[in-house]
């Protein structure tokens, strides 16, 4: 028997329809007293009626009920249909807080879907994952957990971990005679066991790409024409366009969809020599941004011969994915392009002033789509599971160790952590703290 919870699931503000969603063992009781109908109320069947308090009627409204266990949150459950306005819907969840309901806290309903077996903590988090989609790859992962994936493949790591368990404490249960034993084979399952983990926490590298955008960086000596290009892709003035080199002394970020993928455009300090202090500590801060960025959009001024600085850009770029759009086409070419294509295996002639929009992203396409992740298989889709995987990859190499030296004890020990780092990444061994911390992340009435 649980208390009876009720919020409005819509979100707040004026709309066509709000949800007000009920759920506990007095939905229903609280629901007579509060929705009344020509028709009686069956089971998953919308019925029109009209929702009321002690004042009269609040609103005319369809209401649904869905009998537990077959409901979201395992519950009885009634879901209201009313008017979107803010002040009908308002009064109708205070009438019904009234009638018997307790207000819902964040997250609520889905934790108790939780408890009741509905939904197992990494699905409740794909729900938050696929609420705040933000894209299409985003949306995708969400879904992924949603349909157990990443559970799947939990418990069948764990299987495999947990037989590897048993023959090596099998090996503990005779130990006068280990020198005879040969334990090469749960050896190898265990490193292949690691090589999988090891690909887990990999593969989260693409979801925090898809969850935060891919970060591209703008570099490029002072006038080059960086402002201008991250004005075009952005398509509205961002940043300051100016003839004054140094205008830009910080790294200024601009999060967009470009291609369906969300992207994160950083415009930086020109690259120069300078005594200037202020503009000094910008360039230190574009270095470090090129230093994180998936990839690095070369800026260089052709109406201009290259110079240390662009030779500056040309190093900062060696070793990381990046690209050279070498700006000004529109004017006479004085920049070396020789060296250009020497240093980049992709170069293009353009010019920001006068090429469109669809030019200049053209030829950054390639690099923003890239790959598309196939996220079938299951994939970590947030930190917590991040922090579990490293853990359980931690203690899988602590047992390989072990194994490969024979010392049977210590691969059981670590073995017996792995399974614990499994069990908490599959959700299904986790306390009480990391719950909340899960559900503090969601809106009232989901
Ligand atoms: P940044 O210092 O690298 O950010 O350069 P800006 O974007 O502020 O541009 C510096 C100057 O170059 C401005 O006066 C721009 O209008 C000009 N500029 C940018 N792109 C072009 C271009 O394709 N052709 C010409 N002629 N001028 C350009």
Redesign the pocket.
Same mark, same amino acid.
Do not use: E
């Given at each position: 028997m649980t208390d009876t919870i009720a919020a409005i699931s819509s979100p707040r503000g004026t709309g066509g329809v709000s949800v007000i969603r009920l759920s506990g063992s007095d939905a229903a009781e609280i629901t007579r007293r509060v929705f009344k109908s020509d028709t009686t109320m069956q089971n998953r069947v919308m019925t029109l009626g009209t929702l009321f308090d002690e004042s009269g009627v609040i609103d005319e409204c369809l209401a649904v009920s869905f009998a537990a266990p077959k409901s979201y949150t395992g519950e009885d459950t009634t879901e209201f249909f009313c008017h979107g306005g803010a002040f009908v819907t308002e009064t109708a969840l205070a009438a019904i807080i009234k009638a018997g309901a307790r207000l819902a806290e964040a997250g609520e309903f889905t934790k108790r879907a939780l408890l009741s077996g509905k939904l197992t903590l990494t699905e409740a988090e794909a729900v938050a994952d696929i609420i705040n989609a933000d894209s299409r790859p985003a949306l995708e992962v969400g879904l992924s957990g949603r349909g157990g994936a990443l559970v799947k493949r939990v418990r069948s790591l764990a299987e495999r971990v947990t037989a590897v368990a048993a023959a090596v404490s099998a090996v503990l249960d005779y130990p006068d005679e280990t020198d005879d034993i040969d334990i090469s084979a749960e050896t190898a399952v265990i490193a292949e066991i690691l090589a999988e983990t090891n690909q887990l926490e990999r593969d989260f590298n693409i979801v925090r790409q898809i969850r935060d955008g891919l970060n591209v960086v703008i570099l /490029?000596k002072? &006038?080059? /024409? $960086? #402002?201008? %290009?991250l004005n075009l892709i952005a398509g509205f003035e961002r940043?300051?366009?100016? !003839?004054t080199?140094g205008?830009?002394r910080d790294a200024v970020s601009h999060v967009i969809s470009l291609f369906g993928k969300k992207v994160c455009l950083w !415009?930086t300090a /020109?690259i120069r020599d300078t005594a200037d202090d202020i503009e000094a500590s910008g360039v230190q801060i574009a270095r470090r941004t090129a230093d994180d960025a998936a990839l690095i959009v070369a800026?260089f001024d052709g #109406?201009r011969p290259l110079d240390d600085d662009d030779r500056e850009i040309m190093k900062l770029c060696c070793g990381k994915t990046s690209l050279c759009l070498c &700006? $000004? #086409?529109? %004017?006479p070419r004085l920049a070396d392009m020789e060296t250009l294509r020497r240093e980049f295996a992709d170069i293009a002639e353009? #010019?920001?002033? &006068?090429d469109d929009y669809d030019t200049v992203t053209a030829f950054l396409r390639p690099f923003i789509v890239g790959d598309t992740p196939v996220f079938e298989g299951g994939v970590i889709a947030n930190e917590r599971q991040f922090a579990a995987v490293v853990h359980a990859s931690e203690h899988l190499s602590a047992a390989l160790s072990a194994s490969e030296s024979g010392a049977f004890d210590a691969c059981g020990v670590s073995l017996e952590s792995t399974l614990n780092a499994l069990l908490e990444l599959g959700g299904e061994q986790v306390s009480d703290k990391i719950i909340c911390e899960v559900f503090s992340r969601f809106c009232v009435g989901k």
């Open positions: /490029g002072p &006038n080059a /024409g $960086k #402002s201008t %290009l940043a300051i366009v100016t !003839d080199p205008t830009t !415009d /020109g800026v #109406s &700006n $000004k #086409s529109d %004017l353009v #010019s920001f002033k &006068n």
